[in-house]
């Protein structure tokens, strides 16, 4: 059985730090591909920060560059996302996504978790 499950968020106001982190169950963590989404109320869910399973390469969404960081421990089975300058604008539920193309037949593999609220109060 397949889990994410997101922990670390919280209430701190702006300009602080939070750290999230995503445990992961039920499949092979080290060959996926890991993500950090965001959704605000009101608005679309949006990719945060991405870092691949093979060299670890990661990708940032603009308006959190410079402030986030994704990194992940295969050992543990866990990515996480260092948060700090948080502004009001990250206020978000934010869910963690494990992606994988089965390069046989192309096959996507994709979960996610049930999302952790980050709350920035100005």
């Known amino acids: 059985q397949v889990q994410l499950v997101e922990s670390g968020g919280g209430l701190v106001q702006s300009g602080g730090s939070l750290r999230l982190s995503c445990a992961a169950s039920?499949?092979?963590?080290?060959?996926?591909?890991m993500s950090w989404y965001r959704q605000a109320p009101g608005k679309e869910r949006e990719l945060v920060a991405t870092?691949?399973?093979?060299?670890?390469?990661?990708n940032y969404a603009d308006s959190v560059k410079g402030r986030f960081t994704i990194s992940r421990d295969n050992s543990k089975n866990t990515v996480y996302l260092q948060m700090n300058s948080l502004k009001p604008e990250d206020t978000a539920v934010y869910y963690c996504?494990?992606?994988?193309?089965?390069?046989?037949?192309?096959?996507?593999?994709?979960?996610w978790g049930q999302g952790t609220q980050v709350t920035v109060s100005s």
């Open positions: 996504n494990a992606r994988r193309t089965r390069v046989i037949d192309q096959k996507l593999y994709d979960y």
């Open positions: 039920g499949f092979t963590f080290s060959t996926y591909a």
């Open positions: 870092i691949t399973s093979y060299d670890r390469s990661t």
